[in-house]
Protein backbone atom coordinates (compact mmCIF):
# COMPACT_ATOMS: atom_id res chain seq x y z
CA UNK A 1 0.00 0.00 0.00
CA UNK A 2 1.66 3.94 -1.27
CA UNK A 3 2.38 5.68 1.71
CA UNK A 4 -0.37 8.65 2.33
CA UNK A 5 1.30 12.00 1.29
CA UNK A 6 2.32 14.07 3.95
CA UNK A 7 0.84 17.57 5.14
CA UNK A 8 2.01 20.62 6.72
CA UNK A 9 -1.01 22.03 8.76
CA UNK A 10 1.74 21.27 11.86
CA UNK A 11 5.04 21.71 10.47
CA UNK A 12 7.94 22.66 13.27
CA UNK A 13 5.41 21.37 16.03
CA UNK A 14 6.14 19.17 18.91
CA UNK A 15 3.89 17.13 20.02
CA UNK A 16 2.88 14.47 22.79
CA UNK A 17 0.57 12.00 22.56
CA UNK A 18 -0.60 10.21 25.87
CA UNK A 19 -1.23 6.54 25.88
CA UNK A 20 0.32 6.13 22.43
CA UNK A 21 1.37 2.67 21.57
CA UNK A 22 -2.22 1.50 20.38
CA UNK A 23 -5.67 2.16 19.80
CA UNK A 24 -6.92 5.61 19.72
CA UNK A 25 -3.40 6.77 20.99
CA UNK A 26 -1.55 5.20 18.28
CA UNK A 27 -3.56 6.84 15.41
CA UNK A 28 -3.56 10.01 16.94
CA UNK A 29 0.05 10.46 16.95
CA UNK A 30 0.58 8.88 13.21
CA UNK A 31 -2.01 11.70 12.26
CA UNK A 32 -0.41 14.38 13.92
CA UNK A 33 2.65 13.20 12.38
CA UNK A 34 1.44 13.03 8.69
CA UNK A 35 0.70 16.45 9.15
CA UNK A 36 4.26 17.64 10.07
CA UNK A 37 4.46 17.52 13.38
CA UNK A 38 7.54 15.69 15.67
CA UNK A 39 5.97 13.67 17.83
CA UNK A 40 7.26 12.03 21.61
CA UNK A 41 4.97 8.19 21.71
CA UNK A 42 3.79 7.94 25.42
CA UNK A 43 3.34 4.39 26.60
CA UNK A 44 3.57 2.86 30.28
CA UNK A 45 4.17 -0.74 30.11
CA UNK A 46 4.29 -1.67 25.94
CA UNK A 47 7.22 -0.79 24.86
CA UNK A 48 7.70 -3.14 21.67
CA UNK A 49 4.19 -1.16 20.02
CA UNK A 50 5.05 1.54 21.43
CA UNK A 51 8.49 1.10 18.46
CA UNK A 52 6.66 0.45 16.55
CA UNK A 53 4.55 3.63 16.05
CA UNK A 54 7.89 5.33 16.00
CA UNK A 55 9.12 2.95 13.51
CA UNK A 56 5.73 3.52 10.77
CA UNK A 57 6.03 7.63 11.64
CA UNK A 58 10.22 7.37 10.72
CA UNK A 59 9.10 5.02 7.80
CA UNK A 60 7.29 7.55 6.49
CA UNK A 61 9.26 10.73 6.84
CA UNK A 62 8.39 11.78 9.92
CA UNK A 63 10.72 12.15 13.69
CA UNK A 64 9.11 10.55 16.71
CA UNK A 65 10.77 8.66 19.97
CA UNK A 66 8.93 6.56 22.26
CA UNK A 67 9.15 7.68 25.93
CA UNK A 68 7.98 5.50 29.20
CA UNK A 69 5.86 7.35 31.61
CA UNK A 70 2.87 6.03 34.36
CA UNK A 71 0.96 9.22 33.88
CA UNK A 72 -0.63 9.22 37.34
CA UNK A 73 2.68 9.46 38.86
CA UNK A 74 4.00 13.17 39.26
CA UNK A 75 7.58 12.13 39.46
CA UNK A 76 7.17 9.70 35.88
CA UNK A 77 5.55 13.10 34.46
CA UNK A 78 8.01 15.50 35.19
CA UNK A 79 10.81 13.15 33.85
CA UNK A 80 8.95 12.68 30.69
CA UNK A 81 8.67 16.16 29.89
CA UNK A 82 11.94 16.58 30.87
CA UNK A 83 12.88 14.24 28.23
CA UNK A 84 10.93 16.03 25.25
CA UNK A 85 12.02 19.56 26.20
CA UNK A 86 15.60 17.93 25.83
CA UNK A 87 15.04 16.21 22.45
CA UNK A 88 12.80 18.83 20.88
CA UNK A 89 13.75 21.46 22.50
CA UNK A 90 9.74 22.83 23.57
CA UNK A 91 6.40 21.63 23.56
CA UNK A 92 3.40 22.87 21.62
CA UNK A 93 1.01 20.32 21.46
CA UNK A 94 -0.87 17.84 24.36
CA UNK A 95 -2.54 15.04 23.24
CA UNK A 96 -4.01 13.64 26.71
CA UNK A 97 -5.15 10.36 25.75
CA UNK A 98 -4.08 7.73 28.33
CA UNK A 99 -7.05 5.69 30.18
CA UNK A 100 -8.14 3.02 31.44
CA UNK A 101 -11.62 0.86 32.69
CA UNK A 102 -11.69 -1.01 36.16
CA UNK A 103 -15.52 -2.23 36.00
CA UNK A 104 -17.38 -3.50 38.86
CA UNK A 105 -20.91 -3.08 40.39
CA UNK A 106 -20.78 -0.36 42.10
CA UNK A 107 -21.69 -2.23 45.72
CA UNK A 108 -18.45 -4.62 44.67
CA UNK A 109 -16.37 -1.67 43.74
CA UNK A 110 -13.06 -1.76 45.32
CA UNK A 111 -11.46 1.70 46.32
CA UNK A 112 -8.15 0.39 44.61
CA UNK A 113 -10.28 -0.37 41.78
CA UNK A 114 -11.85 3.47 42.27
CA UNK A 115 -8.65 5.28 42.95
CA UNK A 116 -6.74 3.66 39.85
CA UNK A 117 -8.99 5.05 37.41
CA UNK A 118 -9.62 8.06 38.77
CA UNK A 119 -5.54 8.52 39.10
CA UNK A 120 -4.95 7.64 35.58
CA UNK A 121 -7.74 8.83 33.87
CA UNK A 122 -8.39 12.33 35.83
CA UNK A 123 -4.97 13.21 37.77
CA UNK A 124 -3.02 11.93 34.68
CA UNK A 125 -4.43 14.32 32.64
CA UNK A 126 -4.18 17.38 35.39
CA UNK A 127 -0.20 16.44 35.62
CA UNK A 128 0.44 16.70 32.17
CA UNK A 129 -1.84 19.45 31.67
CA UNK A 130 0.05 21.28 34.44
CA UNK A 131 3.64 20.41 32.98
CA UNK A 132 2.49 21.66 29.41
CA UNK A 133 0.88 24.67 29.89
CA UNK A 134 4.45 25.73 32.09
CA UNK A 135 6.14 25.64 29.11
CA UNK A 136 3.55 26.83 27.07
CA UNK A 137 3.54 29.88 29.34
CA UNK A 138 7.28 29.83 29.59
CA UNK A 139 8.07 30.46 25.80
CA UNK A 140 4.84 32.09 24.54
CA UNK A 141 3.52 32.53 20.68
CA UNK A 142 5.86 31.54 18.09
CA UNK A 143 4.06 33.14 15.35
CA UNK A 144 6.07 31.33 12.52
CA UNK A 145 4.96 28.06 14.29
CA UNK A 146 1.69 28.34 15.60
CA UNK A 147 -0.90 31.64 16.34
CA UNK A 148 -1.79 29.79 19.90
CA UNK A 149 0.81 29.30 22.51
CA UNK A 150 0.09 25.85 23.11
CA UNK A 151 -3.22 22.95 22.03
CA UNK A 152 -4.29 20.79 24.43
CA UNK A 153 -7.02 17.95 23.51
CA UNK A 154 -7.85 15.94 26.41
CA UNK A 155 -9.64 12.57 24.84
CA UNK A 156 -13.01 12.05 26.87
CA UNK A 157 -15.67 9.83 26.55
CA UNK A 158 -19.14 10.15 26.02
CA UNK A 159 -19.69 9.32 29.09
CA UNK A 160 -19.01 12.53 30.78
CA UNK A 161 -22.44 12.86 29.83
CA UNK A 162 -24.15 9.43 29.31
CA UNK A 163 -24.66 7.26 32.93
CA UNK A 164 -22.81 3.92 32.81
CA UNK A 165 -23.96 1.41 35.19
CA UNK A 166 -20.96 -0.48 36.66
CA UNK A 167 -18.49 1.67 35.02
CA UNK A 168 -19.05 4.52 38.00
CA UNK A 169 -15.61 5.05 38.39
CA UNK A 170 -14.81 5.44 34.76
CA UNK A 171 -17.91 8.20 34.18
CA UNK A 172 -16.28 9.75 36.95
CA UNK A 173 -12.69 10.30 35.82
CA UNK A 174 -14.62 11.56 32.51
CA UNK A 175 -17.01 13.80 33.89
CA UNK A 176 -14.23 15.32 35.66
CA UNK A 177 -12.20 15.36 32.21
CA UNK A 178 -14.99 17.51 30.96
CA UNK A 179 -15.44 20.61 33.69
CA UNK A 180 -11.44 20.53 34.57
CA UNK A 181 -10.62 21.09 30.59
CA UNK A 182 -13.37 23.65 30.20
CA UNK A 183 -11.83 25.65 33.46
CA UNK A 184 -8.13 25.34 32.50
CA UNK A 185 -9.42 26.67 29.07
CA UNK A 186 -10.91 29.75 30.67
CA UNK A 187 -7.87 30.10 32.94
CA UNK A 188 -5.44 29.92 30.29
CA UNK A 189 -7.27 31.69 27.26
CA UNK A 190 -5.24 35.08 27.80
CA UNK A 191 -1.87 33.40 26.81
CA UNK A 192 -3.48 31.75 23.54
CA UNK A 193 -3.06 28.53 25.27
CA UNK A 194 -6.29 26.73 23.75
CA UNK A 195 -7.34 23.59 25.80
CA UNK A 196 -10.39 21.49 24.07
CA UNK A 197 -11.56 17.97 24.37
CA UNK A 198 -13.00 14.50 22.27
CA UNK A 199 -15.72 12.74 23.70
CA UNK A 200 -15.42 9.88 21.49
CA UNK A 201 -18.26 7.28 21.30
CA UNK A 202 -17.60 3.20 20.84
CA UNK A 203 -14.59 3.08 19.08
CA UNK A 204 -12.99 -0.04 17.41
CA UNK A 205 -10.00 -0.47 19.91
CA UNK A 206 -8.58 -2.86 22.47
CA UNK A 207 -10.40 -1.29 25.58
CA UNK A 208 -13.97 -2.42 24.23
CA UNK A 209 -13.20 -5.36 22.33
CA UNK A 210 -16.03 -7.41 23.72
CA UNK A 211 -18.49 -4.92 22.62
CA UNK A 212 -17.52 -5.01 18.98
CA UNK A 213 -15.77 -8.55 18.17
CA UNK A 214 -18.70 -10.75 17.57
CA UNK A 215 -21.29 -10.37 15.32
CA UNK A 216 -24.31 -10.56 18.31
CA UNK A 217 -22.00 -7.99 19.90
CA UNK A 218 -21.71 -5.56 16.83
CA UNK A 219 -25.48 -6.42 16.41
CA UNK A 220 -26.53 -5.19 20.14
CA UNK A 221 -24.18 -2.24 19.99
CA UNK A 222 -25.59 -0.97 16.91
CA UNK A 223 -28.79 0.01 18.76
CA UNK A 224 -27.32 2.27 20.72
CA UNK A 225 -25.45 4.04 17.60
CA UNK A 226 -28.21 5.99 15.07
CA UNK A 227 -25.18 5.88 12.65
CA UNK A 228 -25.07 2.46 12.31
CA UNK A 229 -21.42 2.06 12.38
CA UNK A 230 -18.96 1.44 15.14
CA UNK A 231 -16.58 4.13 15.20
CA UNK A 232 -12.68 3.76 14.23
CA UNK A 233 -9.80 5.51 15.64
CA UNK A 234 -9.03 7.57 12.33
CA UNK A 235 -12.54 9.10 13.07
CA UNK A 236 -10.89 10.57 16.08
CA UNK A 237 -7.99 11.04 14.77
CA UNK A 238 -8.76 13.39 12.33
CA UNK A 239 -10.58 15.30 14.32
CA UNK A 240 -7.88 16.00 16.95
CA UNK A 241 -5.30 16.92 13.89
CA UNK A 242 -8.04 19.67 13.28
CA UNK A 243 -8.50 20.76 17.14
CA UNK A 244 -4.72 21.34 17.41
CA UNK A 245 -4.29 23.48 13.94
CA UNK A 246 -4.43 26.78 13.52
CA UNK A 247 -7.74 26.37 11.82
CA UNK A 248 -9.67 26.21 14.93
CA UNK A 249 -7.93 29.08 16.70
CA UNK A 250 -11.27 30.49 17.96
CA UNK A 251 -12.13 27.05 19.49
CA UNK A 252 -11.41 26.83 23.24
CA UNK A 253 -13.28 24.71 26.27
CA UNK A 254 -14.90 22.87 23.92
CA UNK A 255 -15.95 18.84 24.15
CA UNK A 256 -16.35 17.73 20.28
CA UNK A 257 -18.71 14.71 20.74
CA UNK A 258 -17.66 12.30 18.10
CA UNK A 259 -20.15 9.29 18.73
CA UNK A 260 -22.10 8.33 15.75
CA UNK A 261 -24.90 9.73 17.82
CA UNK A 262 -25.10 8.09 21.17
CA UNK A 263 -25.93 11.22 22.48
CA UNK A 264 -29.03 11.27 20.34
CA UNK A 265 -31.05 8.99 22.73
CA UNK A 266 -31.79 6.03 20.33
CA UNK A 267 -34.38 4.88 22.03
CA UNK A 268 -36.77 8.20 22.16
CA UNK A 269 -36.54 7.43 18.02
CA UNK A 270 -39.74 5.96 18.07
CA UNK A 271 -41.66 7.55 21.23
CA UNK A 272 -40.31 6.88 23.92
Not at 61 to 75: H, L, M, N, T, Y
Not at 142 to 157: H, L, M, R, T
Not at 178 to 189: D, G, P
Not at 210 to 215: G, H, Q, R, V
Request: glycine fraction near 10%; hydrophobic fraction near 45%.
Amino acid sequence: MPTPPRHTRLRGQKALVTGASSGIGSAVALHLAREGAAVAVNYAGNATAAEAVVADIVAAGGEAFAVRADVSKEDQVEAMFGQIIERFGTLDILINNAGLQQDAPFDQMTLAQWQRVIDVNLTGQFLCARAAIREFKRRGVVPEISCAAGKIVSISSVHEIIPWAGHVNYTASKGGVMLMNKSIAQEVSPWRIRVNAVAPGAIRTPINRSAWETPEAYESLMKLIPYKRIGEPLDIAGAVTWLVSDESDYVTGASLIIDGGMTLYPGFAEGG
